[in-house]
């Protein structure tokens, strides 16, 4: 995906998230037990915070903590207002240009990716929250992108981090996933294969012990742990698959 798609992500899903109304702040997210509407958007205005202060800051300086939102309806305008700061800042910047992050030396494009992926997923949590039943999919080309995202990004990175070795008996476990939308402008499969030190990931056809298919939207959200494997189509050893998604939970 291009820089200019990933900023359009931006704004609309940003726009979308600041639009939630006053009265529905204090309704339960399913998709993230323990936190109110109000708390996630909070944490997403944060995390819009984090990633400007990361591109505002020289590539060799420490970046500040995350700011905590205020409270109540007051979580909204302060939102809006943490948006209009990511982009700004995003806009002030080419996307090659080196950057701070949490993985490390990245990019300027890395943040775009990033936040675009974090409004895409926690748009869909607001709106499963807000209007249940009636939850837009997360578009196809930015979906595929997003499971990209996750098998180059957070699976190594939650493994490495694990206080305990892989499970032995998942070392070797193999997990194909396939994207099936019709309008999908590029072939969306991958198969990750789990290693006594960490993973390998190959975009491709291939047979793994278990094959998820199914809309890329409904990819992302099962990998996120947001929707059930049941919302897939699942072939082969299923309870092996979800024991390799329950490795890596993102928030």
Do not use: N
């Not at 997403?44 to 990361?54: D, I, K, L, P, Y």
């Amino acid at each position: 995906m291009t820089r200019a798609a990933y900023i359009a992500t931006i704004v609309t899903e940003g726009a979308r998230l600041a639009a939630v109304p006053a009265d529905a702040l204090d309704r339960p997210v399913p998709s993230c037990p323990d936190w109110s509407v109000g708390d996630l958007i909070g944490h997403v205005g944060r995390v819009h915070r984090w990633a400007t202060a990361h591109l505002a800051e020289a590539p060799d300086k420490p970046t500040a903590k995350r700011p905590a939102p205020p409270d109540g309806a007051a979580v909204l305008p302060w939102y809006r207002e943490s948006l209009d700061l990511l982009l700004a800042e995003l806009d002030r910047h080419e996307p090659d240009e080196p950057a701070h992050s949490f993985a490390g030396p990245v990019t300027v494009g890395f943040w775009a990716r990033r936040q675009a992926h974090e409004l895409a997923v926690h748009r869909w949590d607001a709106q499963d929250a807000v209007h249940p039943g009636d939850v837009e999919a997360i578009p196809a080309d930015l979906a595929a992108d997003g499971v990209d995202e996750w098998l180059e990004l957070f699976v190594p990175r939650f493994l490495a981090m694990r206080d305990e070795p892989i499970p032995a008996e998942l070392v070797g476990a193999s997990l194909h996933l396939h994207g099936t939308d019709e309008d999908q402008t590029e072939p969306a499969e991958w198969l990750l294969r789990l290693t006594a030190d960490g993973c390998e990931v190959e975009r491709a056809h291939a047979k793994g012990d278990a094959a998820l298919r199914g809309p890329a939207s409904d990819l992302l959200l099962a990998a996120w742990h947001r929707v059930p494997l049941d919302r897939l189509d699942v072939v082969g050893d299923a309870a092996r698959a979800q024991a390799v998604l329950d490795l890596v939970h993102v928030t």
